[in-house]
């Protein structure tokens, strides 16, 4: 693990991360795919052992098994939930990070982890929103245009107090995200920084170009 800050003694950093997805969108569990012959997932892991004090690997049931790690659930939060079971209960701040996200630094790591270390309930990376977005009806009409300077596009890793993100949990809700859960229990989460290489794996061509820039081709 890094150098611990000062902010960060008497911390105990955990990491989930989240590889249980079927990757209907990628036509395959993309989490498995290869990077410059390592696994996506395994780049993930790379980062956050560095960054945290232990890390949790939510996996499909027959990889879990096969590697150690966390089955996970049928949803995202349901995942989530699996690997909060796994980490011990004295951890202080609770990271979750999806496997998808091959190039998440150190460096984002730390952002997240030192705001909540400063006294956030949770932190997460973000992008400003460089496209005008429209919100529509059901018939594809417009029915309104947010002010894009309001806006910013999350990424993982998502830093929390444990116990937010324990309290967030709790009778089993859903979301596409963490921070939202805790926001919805009044949680004050704060936005550092994202980074664009920090992309999330979707699609072959999302692949085609993480394996680009593995090879400086980028």
Known sequence: MNTVSKQRVGEKIWTIIVAAGSGTRFGSPKQFALINERRIVDWAVETAKISSDGVVVVLPAEQAQREGGVAGGSTRSASVRCGLAAVPRDATIICV??????????????????????????????????????????????TSTPDRSQLVAVQ?????????????????????????????????????????????????????????????EV
């Open 156 to 216: 993982t890793p998502q830093a929390f107090r444990a116990m937010a993100l324990r309290s967030a949990h709790e009778n089993n809700p859903e979301s596409t995200d963490d921070s939202t859960l805790v926001e919805s229990h009044g949680g004050r989460v704060v936005v550092v920084i994202g980074d664009p290489l920090n992309r999330k794996i979707t699609t072959p061509e999302d692949l085609n170009w993480a394996r680009a820039i593995s090879r400086g």
């Open 97 to 142: 990070h999806d496997a998808a996200r091959p190039f998440a630094s150190e460096f984002l790591f730390d952002e997240v982890i030192d705001a909540v270390c400063n006294g956030a309930d949770g932190a997460v990376p973000g992008l400003p929103v460089v496209d005008t977005i429209k919100f529509v009806d059901a018939s594809n009409v417009v």
